[in-house]
């Protein structure tokens, strides 16, 4: 009964979703309140609808119900309790009623909290928003019921990939998709202005914190799916080029682009139309994203196996939503007024710089991973793109991105100095060169370019800091007086200088990873030794143990570095057997300047056991950095600007205001 009652929710969500999608459009159009006026209620019973239907197949997860056909194929009643929850998603049709569940969320929360948007635009935005919906529930319910029953009811379940039991699987989907979905506000606010036919600072400072807020989300996201794959897929990797990774990545990119960008018509009222092409854009590959995992034109381990056909459905999700975003931007955006001027040596320039960068990697991005799938689908020859045509094509573009990052900053609105920014930053730009010598005396026998690389790490990150001390103007004044300041700084700056700081530090831990990784393989009896730097590593034994849904083939490995006794790693080989797969669990010991990384392999029938070890250097720096990078998000989306959004008299104006034609 509880999956019928899960069901019928998803049924009537589909029925809210249209009266959201039809009626506040046209009360808008007619400037009639009453109409408009539905959209909030719609968006919060459609809300409270979808996580009905969420509740239902939780609980059936839960409860092992093994008569619903989704829990039979994705569980079993002796996996451990988080995995069953995360078992929900862990497959494609729950997975799809998280995404809609995340993007009702997001429009329930612009009901509640977008009392400071003008009733026309708050309707409209709404009204986009349940046309997204009104989309996906229809595939979810035409082709991806998750609630579909099994008669008779197997006794017992299949159980859940392996490799999706894993704590760091359990959390990144849900941030992931609350990136991706996320992004469908940015996409919302720019169809309702473009169909209303005003872009002002005031849309800009709407459309920023729900953008802030998925950029969030998707770092986090994409940082645990990065560290799920270094320590599960036991290859030692952080990032492989897989098309799957790409396809969170490029949303990314567009979306912190479009952070920019949106400052820029905030505080400068320029740049709209490229602005309004960013938010489409965004959303529009996080659409791309989702028809790439889902429609079965991929191999991946983070791909979804489905029925082909049901990419065919996304892609006409995909087309409609794209083509007719950009359709309404083709119309509209020539009567779009061009806004402030700016000489090119500015910070509108620099932002207008950083934007032309970030969109020239996605497109790099783009390229690599759809160019394989588009030359198979006209019948050409089967290709892979790997890590080396993104290190030629994606690294070139962002270098010079990452270097001019400290310099926006510091540059004045209309017409700048570049001079005198760049005295401000002389302090930043002499520690990062020391920071390249020290790098320098440490590996003085190469790579040669690694202390560059770090070099610009540490730009990135005291360029971040000068930022702080110039807005203090820190050592000029007393130092309670910079105190003062800094209490009184805005915390969108402080988090604008975290999130670039965090970016020096991810910087920081790919150079290491890649420039000074030490990996050896080797087969190993017990009792024998491999040196991995300078740090010996013995094969004690190898033993079996009993895991809650696994059998564990267990390496017992002594670390000792200067023959000194240091610890005891644990490397595993798990055996599930419901699923009948094998799964990889790597030991990892870190002291946060490196990682030691060490894997068991198999046994080659002479009693000798395969030992993959590295040392990777810096590593931990990466995911620290992505966490950084985050909280320097949350801290700006903490800003009270961000919460108090235009100011009241100034939306009386915009009310009174007749829109353009």
Not at 515 to 538: H, N, P, Y
């Amino acid at each position: 009964m509880i999956a019928e009652i899960g069901h019928f929710a998803l049924v009537l969500a589909l029925g809210v979703a249209l009266i959201q999608m039809v009626v506040p459009m046209m009360g808008a159009q007619r400037h009639d309140a009453a109409m408009m006026a539905v959209a909030r209620p719609a968006a919060l019973m459609q809300f409270a609808l979808i996580l009905v239907a969420f509740t239902a197949l939780l609980w059936a997860f839960l409860t092992s119900d093994f008569s619903v056909s989704l829990v039979a194929e994705n569980s079993h009643s002796t996996k451990p309790l988080i995995y069953k929850i995360s078992g929900v998603w862990g497959n494609h049709e729950g997975s799809m009623v998280l995404w809609v569940a995340i993007l009702a969320l997001y429009g329930a929360l612009v009901a509640l909290f977008g009392n400071n948007l003008p009733d026309a635009l708050r309707a409209r935005v709404l009204s986009v928003q349940a046309s997204v919906g009104v989309a996906f529930l229809l595939f979810i319910l035409l082709t991806s019921n998750p609630f579909l029953r099994l008669d008779p009811a197997p006794f017992e379940g299949r159980g859940l990939n392996p490799l999706l039991q894993d704590p760091g699987l359990a959390f990144h989907p849900p941030f992931l998709y609350a990136g991706y979905v996320g992004l469908s506000m940015a996409f919302s606010f720019a169809c309702a202005a473009l169909i209303e036919g005003r872009l002002d600072a005031s849309w800009a400072r709407w459309v920023r914190p729900w953008t802030l807020a998925a950029w969030i989300a998707l770092t986090l996201g994409i940082a645990m799916g990065s560290w799920w794959a270094y320590y599960t897929l036991g290859w030692g990797g952080f990032w492989f080029w897989d098309p799957v990774e790409n396809a969170s990545l490029m949303p990314w990119i567009i979306a912190t682009a479009l952070l920019h960008s949106a400052i820029v018509v905030e505080k400068r009222d320029a740049l709209k139309s490229w602005t309004v092409l960013l938010a489409i854009f965004a959303f529009s590959l996080s659409l791309i994203g989702t028809f790439l995992v889902r429609s079965g034109v991929l191999t991946s381990v983070h791909a979804f196996a489905v029925d082909p056909a049901r990419g065919v459905f996304i892609l006409g999700i995909l087309v409609i939503f794209i083509g007719g975003g950009l359709g309404l931007y083709a119309y509209r955006a020539p009567a779009l007024k061009a806004g402030g001027l700016f000489a090119p040596i500015s910070r509108e320039g620099a932002l207008l710089l950083n934007n032309l960068l970030l969109a020239a990697a996605c497109v790099a991005v783009f390229i690599g991973t759809l160019y394989p799938l588009f030359l198979d689908a006209i019948g050409g020859p089967k290709i892979t793109v790997g890590p080396p045509f993104f290190n030629l094509t994606f690294v070139p573009i962002t270098l010079p991105l990452l270097c001019m990052v400290p310099l926006g900053p510091m540059l004045s609105w209309k017409r700048a100095d570049v001079l005198a920014a760049a005295q401000r930053l002389m302090a930043a730009a002499g520690l990062a060169f020391v920071a390249g010598l020290i790098v320098l005396g440490f590996w003085h026998k190469g790579p040669w370019l690694a202390p560059l690389g770090m070099m610009l790490a540490a730009w990135l990150v005291f360029g971040a800091f000068s930022e702080i001390a110039y807005r203090l103007r820190l050592f000029r004044i007393p130092l309670r007086e910079s105190l003062g300041k800094a209490w009184h700084l805005p915390r969108a700056a402080w988090g604008g200088a975290l999130a670039h700081a965090g970016l020096g530090i991810v910087l920081a831990g790919i150079v290491g990873m890649t420039a000074w990784r030490i990996e050896v393989v080797t087969a190993l009896k017990t009792g024998e030794s491999t040196q991995v730097g300078d740090t010996v590593l013995t094969l004690e034994k190898v033993g079996l143990r009993e895991g809650p849904n696994y059998e564990a083939t267990t390496g017992i490995v002594k670390v000792e570095q200067d023959g000194r006794f240091v610890a005891y790693m644990l490397p595993e080989k798990r055996n599930f057997p419901v699923e009948k797969q094998e799964k990889n669990e790597a030991a990892i010991r870190t002291n946060f300047m490196s990682d030691l990384y060490v894997v068991l392999g198999e046994n080659n029938g002479q009693g000798a056991w395969t030992i993959r070890a590295y040392r990777n250097y810096l590593a931990p720096w990466i995911w620290i950095g992505g966490v950084i990078m985050a909280f320097g998000g949350v801290i700006s989306l903490s800003d009270r600007r961000y919460r108090v959004g235009a100011p009241l008299r100034a939306r009386k104006l915009r009310l009174n205001a007749q829109p353009a034609e």
